[in-house]
């Protein structure tokens, strides 16, 4: 990335990615859960994917794509407090999130052909005690493309963040079945190993 273009201002990225991604949502028909977690739906186009669970991922299942909404991340990064404090909070807000989610997949009937969850991060999440299935992308030019928005991304949200860790970023992919969602964030998961990680803090 140009040096020059990585010195423009946060609020112009901020810009970019508003525009960017109100023409993206529409046009791939985003719904939103919250205010952090959105959803859309796409069939598998790929050969057949078995995930540790033993479930088997076939062409033509159809997969829930979560997104976070660019909006909860305005000076977030930028407040004051720890990083673990940060983590945390950001830790809580996706598990309501994922609450939200598990009710509207189990009472919305546009929901109930789900097989799995899938999405694309910027940072090595943590999240396989919850039923998440991480994993690093392949050294692939869309991989590298990826790389670079999330860079401005970064840059856009999390401007320290971006200094630190810019460099060495590195995009993953995460997945989650529609049973693993409803075990661990469904109503009857209240008790379960979500609220003892949210509760060892």
């Known amino acids: 990335m140009s040096?020059?273009?990585?010195?423009?201002?946060?609020?112009?990225f901020r810009w970019c990615f508003r525009c960017f991604d109100n023409i993206w949502r529409r046009w791939h028909r985003?719904?939103?859960?919250?205010?952090?977690?959105?959803?859309?739906?796409?069939?598998?186009?790929?050969?057949?994917k078995c995930l540790p669970n033993g479930v088997v991922i076939r062409r033509g299942d159809l997969l829930g794509i979560l997104h976070f909404n660019h909006g909860a991340f305005i000076n977030r990064g930028e407040r004051d407090g720890t990083g673990i404090r940060r983590a945390l909070d950001f830790r809580s807000k996706l598990?309501?999130?994922l609450r939200q989610l598990a009710a509207r997949v189990q009472?919305?009937?546009?929901?109930?052909?789900?097989?799995a969850f899938h999405g694309i991060t910027w940072f090595r999440a943590h999240g396989e005690k919850v039923g998440f299935v991480i994993e690093p992308l392949p050294d692939h030019w869309r991989t590298r493309l990826r790389a670079l928005h999330?860079?401005?991304?970064?840059?856009?949200?999390?401007?320290?963040?971006?200094r630190r860790e810019g460099k060495r970023l590195h995009p993953h992919g995460f997945w989650m079945t529609r049973q693993e969602l409803i075990t661990n964030f469904g109503k009857s998961s209240r008790h379960g190993v979500v609220e003892q990680i949210a509760q060892s803090h």
């Open 150 to 162: 999330f860079r401005l991304l970064l840059r856009a949200f999390f401007p320290a963040l971006a």
């Open 30 to 48: 985003v719904r939103r859960i919250d205010s952090l977690l959105s959803l859309s739906l796409e069939p598998w186009k790929a050969d057949d």
């Open 3 to 12: 040096t020059r273009l990585w010195h423009w201002p946060a609020n112009f």
């Open 107 to 115: 009472s919305e009937p546009e929901f109930s052909a789900i097989v």
């Open 95 to 97: 598990f309501a999130s």
